[in-house]
């Protein structure tokens, strides 16, 4: 009894490598090796935010540091901005929310009667008529 086997050896016939039979294969091995990685390495929108206003915020402060000579120079002009921009927002944003507030009041009433009137139609369809 033999332990080793001799098989007989077939010769592999290659294709060749600009056929269109292996540049679809490889194509397709290439787009799914891409899905893959993609899938990996998936990124976060909330991230990639939240770093590019931190990144505006740090341009800002140099533009300003850079601007006063010195970076407390540029913190106290940028505190001035938010100063005057909070206190011309203030005003600004009172008046939009009372606007806001009689707008959606106005609304309210108008679907209230709305809804009076439906009432009324449905009550007065469902009401026996006396003719019968």
């Given at each position: 009894?033999?332990?080793?086997?001799?098989?007989?050896?077939?010769?592999?016939q290659?294709?060749?490598?600009?056929?269109?039979?292996?540049?679809?294969?490889?194509?397709?091995?290439?787009?799914?090796?891409?899905?893959?990685?993609?899938?990996?390495?998936?990124?976060?929108?909330?991230?990639?935010?939240?770093?590019?206003?931190?990144?505006?915020?740090?341009?800002?402060?140099?533009?300003?540091?850079?601007?006063?000579?010195?970076?407390?120079?540029?913190?106290?002009a940028?505190?001035?901005?938010?100063?005057?921009?909070?206190?011309?927002?203030?005003?600004?944003?009172?008046?939009?929310?009372?606007?806001?507030?009689?707008?959606?009041?106005?609304?309210?009433?108008?679907?209230?009667?709305?809804?009076?009137?439906?009432?009324?139609?449905?009550?007065?369809?469902?009401?026996?008529?006396?003719g019968?």
């Open positions: 009894m033999s332990i080793f086997h001799r098989h007989q050896v077939v010769a592999a290659a294709v060749p490598l600009d056929s269109p039979v292996v540049k679809a294969k490889v194509r397709e091995a290439y787009d799914q090796g891409r899905l893959e990685e993609r899938r990996r390495h998936h990124g976060s929108p909330m991230l990639t935010l939240l770093l590019v206003l931190v990144a505006a915020v740090g341009a800002v402060t140099l533009y300003y540091s850079f601007r006063q000579g010195s970076f407390m120079g540029g913190g106290a940028i505190d001035t901005k938010i100063a005057q921009v909070s206190s011309n927002a203030g005003p600004t944003l009172q008046t939009a929310a009372a606007k806001a507030g009689a707008l959606a009041q106005t609304a309210g009433q108008k679907l209230q009667s709305q809804g009076q009137a439906i009432k009324q139609d449905v009550a007065s369809q469902n009401a026996p008529s006396n019968q």
